[in-house]
């Protein structure tokens, strides 16, 4: 019934239960709230951190579509919890990688150059 009417509650329903696999596959390619999507990739990552990867990349272009203080402030923080996850997979090339992109991509941007050079995120 909830997966009608409301599958992001489904999904939190199947994370309480701790049916992190099922809550995963069920949410594949749906619209379910930000929220839903947070807990879903927190419990994900203890077990399957790639697959996790690409969701937290996502959200740090969404965070950076702003051009503003507020903006890059949390996108550091965003990226900073991603490298932990890329370590955790093994993929810190895939990190340096990232960074290197975002840099390039927002290199108008000089306040978030900045604030990734503060972080240590060269």
Request: net charge negative; charged share 30%.
């Amino acid at each position: 019934m909830l997966r009608e009417r409301d599958l992001g509650l489904l999904v939190t329903a199947m994370l309480s239960d701790g049916d992190v696999d099922e809550a995963w596959e069920t949410a594949q390619g749906q619209q379910i709230s930000t929220y839903v999507w947070d807990a879903l990739a927190e419990a994900r990552r203890a077990t399957h951190p790639e697959d996790v990867v690409p969701l937290l990349e996502d959200r740090i272009y969404r965070t950076l579509e702003p051009a503003d203080v507020r903006a890059y402030r949390k996108a550091v923080r965003q990226l900073v919890d991603l490298r932990a996850v890329c370590a955790q997979a093994g993929l810190d090339d895939h990190f340096v990688e990232l960074v290197a992109t975002l840099r390039a991509e927002c290199s108008r941007r000089p306040t978030w150059i900045a604030a990734l050079d503060r972080a240590g995120l060269g």
